[in-house]
């Protein structure tokens, strides 16, 4: 039986969210890690109180979301899906768990302009339900902001840019790939891959 790691990569702002939704309505329930949720859980349970401690605090979510991913792939859960803008940094300790545990990897692409980029982004980081550790140089749980636009930790938009280039997001690939153009949401169509994707899953049970 084979085991497949997906990786769900791509600058933020993509849509990643999104697809997950349509595989797990194609796919069936599958095991979800995602080191967004590690940052919000331990912002949470530690908090911090500068950009410095913010810095170490993701320091930990690293560790605890490869130990995380590699206690689920002990486990043989057959389909791991991780969503994130993945870059080179991740790419040969998640390759490592992958050859440890026997799990194939296929990586997923979202792209886009980086103009429409960057409006969904601006969009996103107001949002309420946006965790506030995001967007703050420091966080404590129970903290409140009504005016998101006030938070102090807001990227620009050629902070943004330059962070998508230097890190590769666009470039990241683990496995076996396929991109897809997201720049209009109204012309991606998810369903012929994921029925590909589902069909191939259930050939090597």
């Known amino acids: 039986m084979k085991k497949y790691l997906i990786l769900i990569a791509g600058s933020p702002a993509t849509g990643k ?3 997950i939704n349509e595989m797990r309505r194609v796919l069936g329930d599958f095991f979800l890690i995602t080191p967004d949720e590690g940052k919000e859980m331990l912002a949470d349970q530690i908090g911090f109180d500068s950009l410095a401690e913010k810095k170490e605090l993701e ?4 560790t605890f979301y490869y130990n995380a991913l590699a206690l689920y792939m002990e486990a043989g859960k057959r389909i791991v899906v991780s ?3 993945f870059s080179n940094k991740q790419k040969k300790k998640l390759g490592d768990l992958a050859d440890q545990y026997g ?3 296929i990586t997923i692409r979202l792209v886009a302009d980086f103009e ?3 409006e969904r982004r601006k969009l996103r980081d107001i949002e309420p ?8 140089t420091h966080y404590h749980f ?3 902001l009504l005016d998101r636009r006030n938070a102090d930790d807001l990227i620009t938009k050629e902070a943004f840019r330059e962070i998508i280039a230097t890190r590769g997001y666009n470039h990241f690939k683990l496995g076996s790939l396929v991109e897809f153009d997201v720049t209009d949401f109204s012309k991606v169509d998810y369903e012929p891959f994921l029925k590909e994707l589902a069909e191939r899953i259930a050939e090597n049970r």
């Open 142 to 144: 129970g903290d409140e």
């Open 83 to 85: 969503e994130y803008p």
């Open 103 to 105: 799990y194939e990897p």
């Open 129 to 136: 339900d946006r965790h506030l550790s995001h967007i703050m």
């Open 59 to 62: 320091k930990k979510v690293w």
């Open 116 to 118: 429409t980029l960057w």
């Open 17 to 19: 969210s999104y697809l």
